[in-house]
C-alpha cells in the first residue's frame, strides 16, 4: 500500500534520469538555454506588471521554475510568474502591500499541496471549457487596460485599478502622449508579430527588447532625448542572490487573504493543469496531474520567502521549451540556472530596457490570452455556453478575478448537477416488459422475451445517477396516471451508484408509498448501490425480501403479492388536484 502511494506522487525527474544519456543531456541544454532567455523578458515584464520589482519577476522564474521542474508531475512543463497572475497579485500589492502577498501565496501554495495530495487534479481538468475561456478573455482585456499607460508614454500619477475609471483616466490624459515611446511600444509590438515569420526558434520578445533597449540607448546618449521611460528610471535593480526573509502571520491576516489565496490556487491549478494537457498532446507522454499540483504548491510555498511572487506552469515556455527538443524536467531545471547566471551577471543592463517596450511585450502577451477566436466560437453555441462565457468574461473584468473564479465555480457545480440530472431518465412500463435486449438473467435459464404484469403493477425504469431530481421525476410521472398502483417495480440496473440526497428521497417515497398502500420493490440493484442502501432504513420499510436482483425474481415477486392483496389493501383511484 506504502508502494503504490509513493509510486502516485513520484516526481517524473526521477524516472526520467533512469535511462537518461549524452544525447538528452544535450537536448534538454539547449532548450533550458533557449527557454531561460526566453524567459528573462517575461519574468521581468509580469513582475513590473503585477505591483513589484522586475528582479522579484525574476527570482520567481528561477526558485518556481527550479522546484516545479524537479518535483513536477510533467516531462516538459516550466513554471514561473505568468500573465494571468497579473490582475490577482496587483491588486493584493495594492490594498495589502508585499507582506500580504507573501502571504497570501504561500496559503495558496498549502492549498495546491492538499489538493494534490487529496487527488483533485483529475477533477480541476473538468472545469467547463466556457468557464476556462472567460476567465482567460477577461484577463487578457484587464492585462492590455494596464499597459496603456506605459504604451503611449502617457503622464499622470497613477492609473486607477477600476476598469472604467481607468480607461477615462487614459482618455482625459490623452493630450500627454509621448510619441516617442509610442514608436517604440508599437515598433515592438510589429517586431514580436513579425519575427516568427523570419525564425521560430528565436523569441520575439527577446529581439523587440534587444532592439529597442540600443535604440533607446542610442536616442539618449546620442541624440539627447530623454523622453522615453526605462526600467532604470523608475526602479533600482538588485543583481544579487536573493536572501530568505520571514513571513509574518497572524490569524487576522490569514483571514482576511484566505479568499485571495484560494483565488491564487484555483487559477494556479487551472493554468499549470491546462497547460500540461496541452504538452502532453504534443509529446505522447502524460503527466501525473497530482503530483504537478504537489510540485506548484511547494514552489508557492518556498518562493514568497525569497521575495517572490505567485507562480505555476507556463504554457508559451512549455510550448518553447517543446519545439527546442526538451522532453524532460532537466531542461526545466537547465532553464532556472540560465535565469540565475543572467541575473547576477547581466542583472544590471535590465535598467536600459524601455517601459514601452515591456509594454509592448504584454500587449502581445495579451492577445495571445485573449483566444478571441474561441470567445466568439463558444459565443455562438447554446444560451446556456454564451451565458457562462459572458458572466465569467464580465466578472473577471467589471469586478475581480476573486470574484469571477467564485462564481465560475460555482457555475460549473451547478452546471454539471443539471446536466447529470438531465442524464437521469425515468420511464414507466404497465401491463408487459420486453427484455429480449435485456442482458439481466434468472438462474442461468432461458426466459421468455416479453414479461407479463399483473392488473395495477407499474414498472419505473431509472437510467443514470440517482440524484435529488429523479424523486420528483417520479413524482411527476405519478400525477399523469388516473389509477394507483398498488405494487411499483423500481428497476435500477442502469443506475451506477447513488448518492445521500438520492437516498434520501428513495427512502421517503418508499415511506410515502407504505403510507399510502403501495408496495415498493426494487429490481437490479448493483453491489455498490446495495451497500447503500442496506446503510439506509429502507429495507426495514419495503422488506429484505422485496430487493430482488433482476427484473424476473422482481415481477415474479409482484404477482405473488397481487394474488394476496385484497381490495382493500389496494390504494384507490388517484385524485387529480
Not at 539627447?224 to 530568505?244: K, M, Y
Not at 517596450?357 to 446556456?384: D, H, I, P
Request: contains cysteine.
Amino acid at each position: 500500500m506504502q508502494k503504490n502511494i509513493f509510486k502516485d506522487f513520484q516526481p517524473v525527474l526521477f524516472a526520467s534520469l533512469k535511462n537518461y544519456n549524452k544525447e538528452k543531456f544535450a537536448a534538454d541544454a539547449m532548450s533550458g538555454l533557449i527557454v531561460g532567455i526566453v524567459a528573462l523578458p517575461l519574468a521581468i515584464a509580469f513582475g513590473i506588471s503585477s505591483g513589484v520589482t522586475p528582479e522579484k519577476g525574476i527570482v520567481t522564474a528561477i526558485i518556481a521554475g527550479f522546484i516545479i521542474s524537479f518535483l513536477g508531475g510533467s516531462h516538459v512543463q516550466i513554471g514561473g510568474p505568468t500573465g494571468a497572475f497579473i490582475v490577482i497579485v496587483y491588486g493584493i500589492v495594492e490594498q495589502f502591500g508585499v507582506t500580504g502577498l507573501a502571504i497570501a501565496t504561500v496559503l495558496a501554495g498549502i492549498m495546491l499541496v492538499l489538493m494534490g495530495f487529496l487527488k483533485l487534479g483529475t477533477v480541476i481538468k473538468f472545469i467547463p471549457y466556457p468557464i476556462v475561456v472567460g476567465f482567460t478573455s477577461g484577463i487578457a482585456l484587464t492585462i492590455f487596460s494596464t499597459q496603456i499607460k506605459d504604451l503611449f508614454g502617457l503622464s499622470f500619477d497613477k492609473a486607477p485599478s477600476d476598469f472604467f475609471a481607468k480607461w477615462g483616466a487614459y482618455f482625459q490624459h490623452i493630450d500627454t502622449i509621448n510619441w516617442w515611446a509610442t514608436g517604440i511600444g508599437v515598433v515592438s509590438v510589429v517586431i514580436i508579430f513579425l519575427t516568427p515569420k523570419i525564425s521560430k526558434k528565436i523569441p520575439g520578445s527577446l529581439v523587440s527588447i534587444i532592439l529597442m533597449t540600443v535604440v533607446v540607448l542610442v536616442m539618449r546618449n546620442y541624440f539627447g532625448i530623454t523622453g522615453v521611460e526605462t526600467i532604470g528610471d523608475r526602479f533600482q535593480i538588485n543583481s544579487q542572490l536573493p536572501q530568505a526573509m520571514p513571513i509574518g502571520f497572524s490569524l487576522e491576516s490569514v483571514r482576511i487573504l484566505f479568499p485571495s489565496a484560494f483565488t491564487i490556487a484555483m487559477l494556479g491549478a487551472i493554468e499549470s493543469l491546462l497547460s500540461a494537457t496541452v504538452a502532453d498532446g504534443v509529446i505522447g507522454k502524460q503527466h501525473n496531474s497530482n503530483m504537478e499540483l504537489v510540485a506548484q504548491g511547494v514552489a508557492n510555498i518556498v518562493t514568497p520567502f525569497f521575495g517572490g511572487i505567485p507562480a505555476t506552469g507556463a504554457i508559451a515556455r512549455t510550448m518553447t521549451n517543446i519545439n527546442n527538443g526538451g522532453r524532460s524536467p532537466v531542461a526545466g531545471i537547465i532553464h532556472a540556472a540560465v535565469l540565475l547566471l543572467i541575473l547576477l551577471f547581466l542583472g544590471d543592463l535590465t535598467k536600459h530596457i524601455p517601459m514601452a517596450c515591456l509594454a509592448g511585450v504584454l500587449v502581445v502577451v495579451a492577445y495571445n490570452m485573449s483566444e478571441w477566436r474561441t470567445f466568439r466560437s463558444l459565443a455562438k453555441q447554446s444560451k446556456s455556453t454564451l451565458a457562462v462565457l459572458l458572466t465569467t468574461f464580465t466578472l473577471t473584468v467589471v469586478f475581480d478575478l476573486t470574484i469571477a473564479i467564485e462564481v465560475g465555480l460555482l457555475l460549473a457545480i451547478f452546471l454539471f448537477l443539471k446536466r447529470m440530472n438531465e442524464s437521469t431518465q425515468v420511464s414507466v412500463t404497465t401491463g408487459k416488459i420486453d427484455i429480449s435486449k435485456d442482458i439481466e438473467s434468472h438462474s442461468g435459464k432461458l426466459q421468455d422475451e416479453v414479461l407479463h404484469l399483473p392488473k395495477g403493477v407499474e414498472v419505473y425504469e431509472i437510467d443514470g445517477p440517482f440524484f435529488f431530481g429523479v424523486a420528483n421525476k417520479f413524482d411527476d410521472i405519478m400525477r399523469g396516471i388516473g389509477e394507483r398502483a398498488h405494487i411499483r417495480i423500481i428497476r435500477m440496473r442502469k443506475v451506477p451508484f447513488i448518492d445521500a440526497t438520492g437516498l434520501n428521497n428513495l427512502q421517503n417515497l418508499c415511506k410515502n408509498s407504505k403510507r399510502e398502500k403501495i408496495q415498493i420493490i426494487l429490481s437490479g440493484v448493483n453491489d455498490r448501490v446495495r451497500a447503500s442502501i442496506e446503510s439506509s432504513k429502507i429495507p426495514g420499510i419495503i422488506g429484505e425480501e422485496n430487493i430482488c436482483s433482476n427484473i424476473h425474481l422482481a415481477v415474479e415477486r409482484a404477482i405473488m403479492l397481487s394474488e394476496k392483496m385484497t381490495e382493500e389493501d389496494k390504494p384507490k383511484k388517484h385524485k387529480h388536484l
